[in-house]
């Protein structure tokens, strides 16, 4: 029964977590089915993880296999998928040299070290991180250090020491707390956890000015933003604006747990050695194997091209339920990553939401996400608008 499932977890789970009162199942494409049958349209794709939807069969398989041969083995040894996949990483993703990790919140750890050891090894001094008012980069030591919530912050503090925080699509105040102590700047190009606030053309210039002219790294998140989900393969191509590193994680595995941070040729040639870094399960043959078979049904499927295909007909009714409901005040976001302002209580809306059976996630600022698979059809769109109505009616 479904409730002895919850109440297992309930008796036995630290409750981090504000669950709602349902058992997931099983999944097909669009849609999730908990322990008693009932079907949920899923538009949070698990925190836009589930690119590719559920029970996709050839990454099914292709994971079953590599399960029947070895998925796990000690990083001091080579293996047949982990640089095939860092190969077809680099090349989506415009980057050079990548270490594998389990998560995005390590992602973003790796990079925050990367950044420190280049300025170590150049022997600059400098050791500070400006990062943005709004922002999230995970739930570790250090990627909280640099996240710009303070309910996410306080309980845990001092934290990472060396951190400042600008305001968001705000040259200016980033440019007054550039010192020559400052090593990198790190934001998300679409912040998602922070009420999906998208970067500015300007702003991402800026940035990458900056840094250019002080000899500070560019750190671009895109752990949720990445991987297709704005129309490009990975958000900062739609600028034209390279990072120096670049993290992500979610949606490169369909559900795999695996992240990863990438960097330029330039800046690990000063950075991380042997001894540096590590992560026994990062980069494990069952995790690269998602990777390498994700990106092959991306680009086969041209998924991307889909995004851009779908993207604007969620625009377009998302705005419109902007323009037909009083409660709901503004759009925001870009691609297949969007959000819509609510006045009404979110929990009461989610709830409602659940009922109709539409999954959906919050965000900073009175924020619903919208962030399904992207393999999400037009049919889907209405669907959800329809489910949405009522919960906000």
């Known amino acids: 029964m479904v409730n002895e499932k919850i109440k297992a977890a309930e008796e036995n789970l630290i409750h981090v977590y504000n669950r709602f009162p349902i058992a997931l199942d ?27 939807g559920y029970d996709n069969k050839e990454l099914n398989e292709a994971l079953k296999a590599q399960i029947d041969k070895l998925y796990h083995i000690s990083n001091l040894y080579y293996h047949e998928s982990c640089g095939e996949a860092a190969r077809e990483l680099n090349r989506i993703s415009g980057m050079d040299r990548v270490f594998f990790t389990n998560s995005g919140s390590e992602a973003n750890e790796g990079a ?17 991180f400006i990062a943005m008012e709004h922002s999230f980069h995970g739930r570790s030591f250090g990627a909280v250090s640099v996240t710009g919530h303070g309910p996410y912050r306080e309980p845990f503090e001092p934290l990472v020491p060396g951190v400042k925080f600008a305001k968001f699509n705000d040259l200016d105040s980033v440019e007054a707390l550039v010192s020559d102590k400052t090593c990198a700047i790190i934001l998300e190009p679409l912040q998602g956890e922070g009420g999906i606030n998208l970067a500015t053309q300007e702003f991402m210039e800026g940035i990458r000015r900056i840094c250019d002219e002080n ?15 704005t129309g490009t393969m990975f958000a900062w191509q739609g600028f034209g604006v390279k990072p120096d590193i670049l993290t992500m994680a979610k949606a490169i595995g369909n559900g795999i747990p695996v992240g990863a ?14 001894g540096d870094h590590g ?3 990062g980069g494990n043959p069952l995790a690269c194997t998602a990777v390498k078979t994700v990106i092959k049904i991306f680009e086969r499927d041209d998924i991307v091209g889909h995004v851009n295909q779908v ?3 969620l625009t377009k009714r998302l705005d419109e339920l902007v323009e037909e409901m009083d409660c709901v005040t503004e759009r925001k976001g870009k691609g297949l ?6 006045t009404k209580p979110l929990a009461e809306v989610n709830r409602k939401a659940i009922e109709e059976g539409l999954l959906i996630i919050q965000a900073e600022g009175n924020v619903f996400r919208f962030v399904p698979p992207l393999i999400v059809e037009e049919k889907h769109i ?11 009616s």
């Open 26 to 52: 099983h999944g097909e494409g669009m849609y999730v089915y908990d322990t008693e049958g009932k079907e949920y349209l899923d538009f949070a794709a698990g925190f836009a993880v589930t690119g590719l």
């Open 112 to 128: 925050l070290k990367a950044a420190r050891r280049y300025a170590y090894t150049k022997g600059t001094g400098r050791y500070e």
């Open 215 to 229: 000899d500070i790294l560019m750190i671009c998140d895109e752990v949720q933003c990445g991987m297709g989900r």
């Open 261 to 274: 941070f990438a960097m330029t040729e330039r800046v690990a040639e000063y950075s991380l050695k042997p």
């Open 279 to 281: 992560a026994t399960y």
């Open 311 to 313: 993207a604007p007909y």
């Open 337 to 342: 990553m969007q959000g819509i302002v609510v």
């Open 382 to 392: 209405d669907e959800m608008i329809g489910k949405m109505k009522r919960a906000l």
